[in-house]
């Protein structure tokens, strides 16, 4: 079957998307530096509320003031004192942009609370190029998840042994190379994640002078660090059909399998990246709904 020239988005959604596109581009300066002084302007966000919304409080959280590091907890508002699950999410946003208060992320991370009725733990991490990191989900955080789990998993019985890590959750993760795969040459000028726009996201990303092989960017290129660990739970990994990083992110999923992972490859032939933030497409909900069985 012949795929479509472009995916099927309402108009305000095509909109909002040219608009961020615009934006980010019109922030990322030639010097490798972001004006975020015009990024304040557009990125929408929203404040944490004790005080139930949508059947979802919120409150954020400091770890560690001097890094910036600190989450935002979303409890639903009908949690029994029974278990329920904890989901740490890591936002999107190329590891340069956004936060867990950006409005986008502010109201997914309370649908996936109010729907699969689950405690969600949104990251706020230091973001590049002010702060060049290893660790980099969905996206940029999709690549953190993997690192994130193999540093628990390689002390799994030790530091962490009063730590059950159930699985991960990798949307359309942003993973990379040097090589130019089929997916980045057909779908080179994409909103948002263009092959020039994810170049110059490694750039300010990756250490000095690494190239998009390193093994942040590359988990199973040239550079792979020996291994997975035994620990590692099983995972699910999302592709989106007008996604340009969709070749990368099946490459992930068949090095896992290789060797001897049990993951899940959930594909959705019309979507673009980041199609899970609108919820006015049909793919968002029905993502959701995946995601409420994986963790169930």
Known sequence: M????SPPLPW?????IALLSAVTDGARRSDGTINRCILSFFDARSSASAKPRRGVRTADVSVDPSRDLWFRLFVPSSASSGRIPVI?????GGFAYLSP???AYDAFCRRICREINALVVSVNYRLAPEHRCFLA???AGGNMVHHVARRWAADAAGRWKNLRLAGMVLIQPFFGGEERT???MRLAGAPLVSVERTDWLWRVFLPEGAGRD??????????ADGELEAALPQAMVVVGGFDPLQDWQ??????????????RLLEYPDAIHAFYVFPELNQSAAFIEELKAFIE
């Open 182 to 184: 089929e997916s980045e």
């Open 12 to 16: 305000k959604t095509r909109l909002y």
């Open 101 to 103: 208060a950006s409005r």
């Open 214 to 223: 390193h093994e942040a960017a590359n988990v199973f290129g040239p550079r």
């Open 88 to 92: 740490v999410y890591f936002h999107g």
């Open 2 to 5: 012949t795929q479509r020239a």
């Open 250 to 263: 099946r490459r992930y999923y068949e090095g896992m399998t290789a060797r001897g992972k049990a993951v």
């Open 137 to 139: 989900g969905d996206s």
